[in-house]
């Protein structure tokens, strides 16, 4: 079993708790978070890290503690989000190019290489800048620059899958080409899929955070890891530390978390290491 | 039993396949003004197959006998030629219908292993056919399972079990019950035991064998392992570079071969018993690229009885009853 093999790795096992901490942390929020996130208290204002406020507080006093988890909830559902319609979008587009081939193929490919062209964080800045930077048009703009991955990807396999023998099989068996699109060769693209995926998490996560800081994302008062650090910045020269470093920290750790999962999970489904499972 | 006889269940007329070269050299040929060039993989090839038989198709590696098969079940679309199955044109048939006519018209795979989904269970994987052809229930269909498994020696154990904990010789077997699932009048088996091992190859013959009588199917049975050949098939088309260059009865293909090429390939066969001598007829060189095929009979830059009328063009004759040969010299 690959989680087996996967937890043997104590780098890989620790990335994978970091990224178990996060996803319950965001999921429970309410009930983890020990405070309001958007509950001002003028007595504390920049508090720095003590018992009653682990993580110190911000200029209007609220407890960063809370706000970080509250925070976790909004980049990992944009993230998760993201990817989900991307990997929807893209597989299906990689796998009729891949399976259909000519002016199909044609025609998504150049599609896919004219949205590549962009740098991807360029193309989300204007996407978000255009539409305007509500929640749901920063999902678009990163579930848009992450399609290319996954069409290139599936459209790949699916020229290998295409030409086994298996899938000769399942044609001369009397699949319709849907079907043997669907239970035949998608199936087998499935594991890089995974990997792809996780992978892609860590950098959706990094571009909410990095469109945040810029002011172009999330939007106050919702709390969001990046524009946290972007707030937190100021306060860098006159002492209040914990405002930029916990925020911060949350993305590296989050984003580093998803790069060595999604790293391990590239080793472990690697068809030449299938025979070994 | 001669086709001829006898309505033929499959007849194959003509066929041509030929896959366009691509790539820098078309480029080429088409701004020298020359028509692209292709592999002709088969070229002109034309049998039939009467109901019940089994027709053993043999030759080298390389000689075009897969995409005959290939071209048979429409896996590729032939250049030109005309494949009849029962009374229906399976050539110009259109998705749907062809893929009804697939209930009746199956195949078995080279590889055991890779014409296996690595992803489904035996289970599964043999009832698919019943799935796109039957509307029979989920409980009528897993009967059917456990009785085609039963048929080709399979325990209805294994069919929870996956393609990777199976052994070459059960893989096999899982690949004749997906293709005897429905019942099919006529199956193509396409050098179905040359992944096998020798020891396991004659129980997979005597299977087959088994199988064609008790569900009275036919078969084509491509080969390059003359012994299984010679033991399974009823009649024997012997190809060469794309055409049909013998065919007769086996026995009598056996007994006289009259092509030089059969002659030298039945020479290749090793007799078990060190005391026999006989005269090994060798072929000179190798095997002309499908590419440039020579004109008149293929076989005559390597023909040891080679003669100035060989590069005449020759064509499939009939020398005894049932006999055909493309020789001019026969």
Request: charged share 20%; hydrophobic share 45%.
């Amino acid at each position: 079993m690959p989680w087996r093999r996967l937890a043997r790795n104590r780098l890989s096992f620790a990335a994978l708790g970091a990224i178990l901490v996060v996803t319950v942390a965001a999921l429970l929020a309410p009930w983890l978070a020990p405070y309001d996130p958007d509950e001002p208290d003028a007595a504390v204002a920049l508090a720095s890290v003590s018992v009653r406020h682990p993580l110190g507080t911000d200029l209007y006093g609220r407890d960063q503690l809370s706000r970080l988890i509250h925070a976790g909830r909004v980049d990992l559902l944009v993230a998760l989000s993201a990817t989900a319609i991307a990997l929807t979008l893209g597989a299906t587009l990689g796998a009729a190019a891949g399976y259909r081939g000519g002016w199909v193929d044609h025609l998504v490919m150049r599609g896919v290489d004219a949205v590549m062209a962009f740098p991807a964080f360029i193309l989300a800045l204007a996407i978000t800048a255009a539409l305007g930077n509500s929640t749901a048009n920063v999902v678009a703009a990163i579930a848009l620059t992450h399609v290319p991955i996954y069409t290139r990807l599936i459209r790949g396999e699916m020229l290998k899958a295409r030409e086994t023998e298996y899938a000769e099989a399942a044609r001369t068996v009397g699949n319709r080409p849907h079907q043997i699109v669907l239970y035949h060769l998608f199936p087998n693209c499935v594991p890089p899929l995974i990997v792809q995926a996780t992978l892609a998490m860590g950098f959706a996560i990094l571009t909410v955070a990095a469109l945040s800081f810029i002011g172009l994302g999330i939007q106050p008062p919702q709390s969001e890891w990046g524009q946290m650090t972007a707030e937190g910045a100021g306060y860098v020269v006159s002492g209040e530390w914990w405002l930029v470093l916990f925020p911060g920290f949350a993305i590296m750790l989050t984003v580093l978390a998803f790069n060595l999962v999604g790293d391990t999970l590239r080793d472990l489904l690697d068809p030449r290491m299938r025979g070994v499972r | 039993m001669p086709s001829r006889w006898r309505v033929a269940l499959l007849s194959v007329e003509g066929l041509v396949k030929h896959f366009p070269l691509g790539g820098a050299r078309a480029w080429l040929d088409r701004l020298g003004g020359q028509a692209p060039r292709s592999v002709r993989a088969v070229d002109g090839v034309s049998f039939a197959v009467a109901p019940g038989e089994t027709l053993g198709l043999v030759g080298e590696s390389g000689c075009g006998k897969s995409t005959v098969a290939r071209s048979i079940l429409r896996l590729v679309e032939p250049t030109a030629g005309r494949v009849t199955f029962g009374d229906v044109n399976l050539t110009t048939l259109s998705a749907e219908p062809l893929r009804r006519q697939r209930r009746d018209l199956q195949m078995v795979f080279q590889d055991p292993t890779a014409s296996l989904n690595p992803r489904l269970s035996v289970g599964r994987t043999v009832e698919e056919p019943l799935r796109r052809h039957t509307t029979l229930g989920t409980g009528e269909r897993r009967a059917r399972v456990a009785e085609v498994l039963a048929q080709v020696g399979l325990g209805p154990e294994l069919a929870g079990r996956y393609s990777h904990e199976l052994s070459g010789g059960q893989r096999q077997r899982v690949n004749f019950a997906r293709a005897i699932a429905t019942r099919p009048r006529f199956v193509v088996l396409d050098e179905p035991t040359s992944a096998l091992d020798v020891s396991l190859r004659a129980r997979a013959i005597l299977l087959l064998d088994e199988l064609r009588a008790t569900l009275g199917m036919t078969y084509l049975f491509i080969s390059h392992d003359l012994a299984s050949v010679k033991y399974l098939a009823h009649r024997v088309a012997v190809m060469y570079l794309g055409t049909i260059v013998e065919e007769a009865s086996t026995a009598e293909l056996f007994a006289r071969p009259l092509h030089p090429y059969t002659r030298a390939l039945l020479s290749a066969v090793p007799v078990p018993d060190p005391d026999v001598r006989r005269a090994r007829i060798v072929l000179a060189g190798e095997v002309p690229s499908p590419i440039d095929i020579p004109g008149g009979c293929r076989l005559r830059g390597r023909c040891p009885l080679a003669q100035p009328v060989c590069a005449e063009p020759v064509t499939l004759r009939e020398v005894a009853p049932a006999h055909r040969v493309a020789c001019h010299l026969v």
